[in-house]
């Protein structure tokens, strides 16, 4: 289906423009991938396992500000914790 999408765009696809796009493509859906599981991720066992969860799928995930990533991690924390980081 991706390979249809693509030749009905350009007129010429050429081998360059096919690995361009594939890997435009590909990463961006892996990219994604990464960011909607980390944007989904909850703390279920100790705040040191949660950690190293959160880290695991942080370093894949790029362009976001620091800030945001504080704020997307205090969001995965059990609702106590994040109550008691918020105070």
Known sequence: MWYRWLCSRK???TWAIFTDEMITHYE???R???FSQLINLK???SMMEHIE???KLNIRVKD???KHRIDVFIGTLKD???HEVHL
């Open 64 to 66: 976001i500000l620091d």
């Open 80 to 82: 106590n914790i994040q």
């Open 28 to 30: 961006d859906t892996k």
């Open 43 to 45: 703390q279920k066992g």
């Open 32 to 34: 994604n991938l990464f």
């Open 53 to 55: 969860d959160f880290q």
């Open 11 to 13: 007129q010429i696809v």
